[in-house]
């Protein structure tokens, strides 16, 4: 058995209890299917046509849990197939899956190196595995060999800064501890642990919080025994050897360095995003989408203007509840947005007011506009700014799934 499967055994992660699943969904990025369908599809999916979706590494089920429960409410059809290495991690997503009454799940123990043995998949999910991997690149090549024409990947890998202090403990615990059983490892590296100066770089790290949570969250950040991260820079360049295109990050607006200065003119994309990267210094993870190399990216979006297809999106607000931010807008307030442990200030037109209380999930943007009586031009100049902040900090998508 490799130290990888040994850990994964002992410490299903993340750490759940199947009979949570009575008291709340867990939800997140990736793999929230509007988001999926925002960033892959334009907003344009048709969700009548199946989703076949593989969770790759799916562990104790996050995920996996989420787009079931989401797509059985909208009514969307869906086939999942779940593969991970770890049996004890399977039985943890399985028994969340029974508790909520899920159809549509098929479960497998195997190497997601194996994942076309599975098919061809419209939507791949592989969050937190691929820096787990001895060789990350053999594992984004054989999931790009599982995708099917027009699909997408939702990844989740960690990111080098955000994890400052982290990867000399792992090193000095790994050097430490070889040879000793996971449970032993643990208790001694949390001993060790207790007796290491308030000034160490891991101990100074605010964003990082795993290893406060969970046994799971503490072997998993401290004791990991296959673990590395990646730059922007890494990771475009991985994608780019393995066969996908970056189709874009779950907080686009993270990555947008004029933020913090101003950015010399020409400079490329992937140099800006680095250059965000460099200067916020607190990404501990990179969370987004892939497409397959040279597919064609979709032709909605901020710069398809008042074009019908792109006035038939329908916008769906993410974690704000419409009437409370239709009001703070009215009043002039800023929305106070949390990333990577700052809180940034959206400041959003107060025209945009009674837009955002029209926002259900069911109205498109040319609803929307005809409801608020603004003639193309003022919608248009009102609405890139919604746009720009709100999808900006993943708190809108465009997805048809659940219009009716
Ligand atoms: C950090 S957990 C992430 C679990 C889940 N994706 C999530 O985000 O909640 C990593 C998972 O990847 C699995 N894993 C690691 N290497 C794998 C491989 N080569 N093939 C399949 N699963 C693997 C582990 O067993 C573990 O369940």
């Given at each position: 058995?490799?130290?990888?499967?040994?850990?994964?055994?002992?410490?299903?992660?993340?750490?759940r209890d199947p009979a949570d699943e009575a008291?709340?969904?867990?939800?997140?990025?990736?793999?929230?299917?509007?988001?999926?369908?925002?960033?892959?599809?334009?907003?344009?999916?048709?969700?009548?046509?199946?989703?076949?979706?593989?969770?790759?590494?799916?562990?104790t089920g996050?995920?996996?849990v989420?787009?079931?429960?989401?797509?059985?409410?909208?009514?969307?059809?869906?086939?999942?197939?779940?593969?991970?290495?770890?049996?004890?991690?399977?039985a943890v997503a399985e028994a969340r899956v029974a508790a909520r009454?899920?159809?549509?799940?098929?479960?497998?123990?195997?190497?997601?190196?194996?994942?076309?043995?599975?098919?061809?998949?419209?939507?791949?999910?592989?969050?937190?595995?691929?820096?787990?991997?001895?060789?990350?690149?053999?594992?984004?090549?054989?999931?790009?060999?599982?995708?099917?024409?027009?699909?997408?990947?939702?990844?989740?890998?960690?990111?080098?800064?955000?994890?400052?202090?982290?990867?000399?403990?792992?090193?000095?615990?790994?050097?430490?501890?070889?040879?000793?059983?996971?449970?032993?490892?643990?208790?001694?590296?949390?001993?060790?642990?207790?007796?290491?100066?308030?000034?160490?770089?891991?101990?100074?790290?605010?964003?990082?919080?795993?290893?406060?949570?969970?046994?799971?969250?503490?072997?998993?950040?401290?004791?990991?025994?296959?673990?590395?991260?990646?730059?922007?820079?890494?990771?475009?360049?991985?994608?780019?050897?393995?066969?996908?295109?970056?189709?874009?990050?779950?907080?686009?607006?993270?990555?947008?360095?004029?933020?913090?200065?101003?950015?010399?003119?020409?400079?490329?994309?992937?140099?800006?995003?680095?250059?965000?990267?460099?200067?916020?210094?607190?990404?501990?993870?990179?969370?987004?989408?892939?497409?397959?190399?040279?597919?064609?990216?979709?032709?909605?979006?901020?710069?398809?203007?008042?074009?019908?297809?792109?006035?038939?999106?329908?916008?769906?607000?993410?974690?704000?509840?419409?009437?409370?931010?239709?009001?703070?807008?009215?009043?002039?307030?800023?929305?106070?947005?949390?990333?990577?442990?700052?809180?940034?200030?959206?400041?959003?037109?107060?025209?945009?007011?009674?837009?955002?209380?029209?926002?259900?999930?069911?109205?498109?943007?040319?609803?929307?506009?005809?409801?608020?009586?603004?003639?193309?031009?003022?919608?248009?100049?009102?609405?890139?700014?919604?746009?720009?902040?709100?999808?900006?900090?993943?708190?809108?998508?465009?997805?048809?799934?659940?219009?009716?």
């Open positions: 058995m490799t130290e990888v499967k040994r850990q994964y055994e002992a410490y299903p992660y993340p750490e008291k709340r969904l867990i939800t997140g990025s990736p793999s929230d299917p509007l988001e999926m369908d925002h960033v892959i599809w334009g907003g344009m999916r048709d969700w009548t046509r199946p989703l076949r979706a593989l969770f790759a590494g799916g562990g996050d995920g996996m989420q787009l079931a429960q989401r797509l059985t409410d909208a009514g969307a059809p869906y086939e999942i197939v779940y593969l991970d290495l770890s049996e004890a991690s399977r009454g899920l159809t549509g799940v098929t479960f497998h123990t195997g190497s997601l190196l194996d994942a076309a043995e599975y098919g061809t998949f419209d939507y791949i999910d592989c969050c937190g595995v691929l820096h787990h991997l001895p060789d990350p690149a053999t594992g984004f090549a054989a999931l790009r060999q599982a995708l099917a024409e027009g699909g997408g990947l939702g990844f989740m890998v960690y990111a080098p800064h955000g994890r400052s202090g982290v990867y000399p403990l792992q090193e000095a615990f790994g050097a430490l501890f070889e040879g000793l059983s996971p449970s032993q490892k643990l208790a001694q590296a949390r001993a060790v642990f207790a007796r290491l100066p308030e000034a160490h770089p891991f101990k100074r790290n605010t964003v990082v919080v795993d290893h406060q949570q969970s046994d799971a969250g503490f072997y998993d950040l401290l004791l990991h025994s296959q673990d590395r991260a990646f730059s922007v820079t890494d990771l475009v360049e991985v994608m780019g050897q393995t066969g996908w295109d970056l189709a874009g990050f779950a907080q686009p607006a993270a990555y947008d360095p004029s933020r913090y200065a101003a950015v010399p003119e020409g400079m490329d994309a992937v140099a800006r995003m680095a250059l965000a990267e460099q200067l916020a210094g607190t990404m501990k993870v990179h969370v987004g989408y892939a497409r397959a190399a040279g597919a064609s990216a979709p032709k909605t979006g901020p710069m398809g203007g008042m074009a019908k297809a792109n006035m038939a999106r329908v916008p769906h607000l993410r974690g704000v509840p419409r009437d409370k931010l239709a009001r703070a807008v009215a009043a002039g307030k800023a929305l106070p947005v949390k990333s990577g442990g700052e809180t940034i200030p959206l400041r959003l037109p107060k025209g945009a007011a009674a837009l955002l209380a029209g926002v259900d999930g069911r109205r498109d943007l040319a609803m929307l506009a005809k409801g608020a009586r603004l003639d193309p031009v003022a919608f248009g100049g009102i609405w890139a700014q919604v746009d720009r902040a709100l999808c900006g900090w993943g708190l809108m998508h465009y997805s048809n799934l659940g219009r009716r």
